[in-house]
């Protein structure tokens, strides 16, 4: 396939469309995330070549001009897969985009090959891949091809132990107009004995607090409700934690705001991802909010025990 043509500076003043390419495993849940950005208002393309990005980037920029509105860019989605004509020039393409001044994203899904059988085998369609292989194999090659791309993306979400639902409210925030200038911070608490989230930035490990499972009379509970989110933030070392934390994260985030990364994942895990982990991530959430950082909080494991 040869490389796209050289893509002129931009011709305009106006507003900058943002453009958001979406793209990772073989369900791993693009058709969800296309479907959010559309009910936040975003125009999505399915499998658009990727040689014309840049056409698409200057048509947008046209009629967001044309319609006289500077302060509401045009917002797209572009949903790939690996069958895109001129997939694997995406990551040069998309850096000569922003080279020329223009606003892309990119965001990769990714599941555990565990998760991705378990879908294809329950909606009993053949991976793209897969031809007349075998579904773990194809599951396999479909992830050495990503490699480079997974490597290069600003967002990556791992929605092994999501349904669509879950995984809706997980990325929603992500799309909100209001925070698009701002990094998004997901605190997303998990049970280690579920495996540790794909797509953590750092994990924190809440298993040197107390556990409230082993009080009767909190058992029944989650870190949600007051109870046990008292009990859990009462124990030595807790606000200690949550301070170092804060500490820890302050030079970090800095840094992500100057070098233009918007999304970032904290991940925080106990054993079973229902007490421990929710009253610390929930904690963490309302500390780490500022004019600066849209928080919000994912709490993967609840209702699995």
């Known amino acids: 396939m040869s490389q796209p043509a050289a893509t002129p500076e931009r011709e305009t003043e106006g507003p900058i469309p943002e453009i958001v390419i979406v793209t990772g495993m073989s369900g791993a849940g693009r058709s969800t995330v296309g479907k959010v950005m559309e009910d936040y208002g975003w125009y999505v393309i399915d499998n658009l070549p990727v040689m014309l990005l840049g056409e698409l980037m200057r048509l947008s ?19 790939l897969d690996v069958r895109a004509q001129g997939f694997e020039t995406l990551a040069s393409s998309l850096q000569r985009l922003r080279e020329r001044g223009w606003r892309t994203h990119l965001m990769f899904l990714d599941a555990t090959n565990e998760a991705l059988v378990r879908r294809f085998e329950s909606v009993r369609r053949p991976h793209p891949l897969q031809g007349d292989g075998r579904l773990l194999d194809a ?19 791992d929605t092994s132990g999501l349904n669509v639902h879950q995984l809706g409210r997980k990325i929603s925030p992500i799309f909100h107009d209001d925070t698009s200038e701002r990094l998004r911070l997901a605190v997303l608490s998990f049970g280690f004995k579920y495996g540790v989230p794909l ?13 409230p499972f082993w009080v009767p009379e909190l058992r029944p509970f989650t870190g949600r409700e007051t109870q046990v989110a008292e009990y859990v933030l009462s124990q030595p070392g807790a606000q200690e934690f949550i301070d170092g934390v804060e500490t820890m994260l302050t030079p970090v985030i800095a840094g992500y705001l100057r070098e233009n990364r918007r999304y970032v994942t904290l991940a925080v895990g106990c054993t079973g991802g229902k007490h421990r982990s929710v009253a610390i991530a929930e904690a963490l959430a309302t500390r780490l909010g500022s004019k600066e950082i849209a928080t919000f909080v994912v709490h993967r494991d609840l209702g699995q025990e």
């Open 139 to 157: 599951i396999q090659h479909e992830r050495e091809v990503l490699s480079d791309i997974r490597a290069s993306a600003e967002m990556v979400v």
């Open 199 to 211: 797509d953590a930035d750092f994990v924190l490990d809440m298993r040197f607090l107390p556990n």
């Open 61 to 79: 920029e046209s009629r967001a001009e044309a319609a006289g509105e500077p302060g509401d860019p045009v917002r797209v989605g572009i949903a």
